[in-house]
């Protein structure tokens, strides 16, 4: 069975910092790239960041670029999104996904995300 278990979310005063935690299981990790995406209430889904687990590339949004640093940790099937300098404007849900080629194969749960101002 394949999972995108995502943890982490909380809330947060504007300028903290939380850490999100994608595992999962049930595919080959190594031949995927694994991303977030942000959906706010009332906003279209927003593609935060990426990593390959094939070549190790990442991919920030502009509104996240400085600030959120993502890693990935391959004995453990895991990717980490750190998320620093929280504004509350990154108020959303948190999704992971495992992505190929061709598109997103997989979708985690999502875990909350409010930064108060």
């Known amino acids: 069975e394949v999972q995108l278990v995502e943890s982490g979310g909380g809330l947060v005063q504007a300028g903290g910092s939380l850490r999100l935690s994608c595992a999962a299981s049930?595919?080959?990790?190594?031949?995927?790239?694994i991303g977030w995406f942000r959906q706010a209430p009332g906003k279209e889904r927003e593609g935060v960041s990426c990593i390959s687990n094939v070549d190790g590339s990442t991919y920030y949004a502009d509104s996240v670029q400085g600030r959120f640093t993502i890693s990935t940790d391959k004995s453990k099937n895991a990717v980490y999104l750190q998320m620093n300098s929280l504004k509350p404007e990154d108020t959303a849900v948190y999704y992971c996904?495992?992505?190929?080629?061709?598109?997103?194969?997989?979708w985690g749960q999502g875990t909350q995300v409010t930064v108060s101002s």
């Open positions: 996904t495992a992505d190929r080629d061709w598109g997103t194969d997989y």
């Open positions: 049930g595919f080959r990790f190594d031949d995927y790239a």
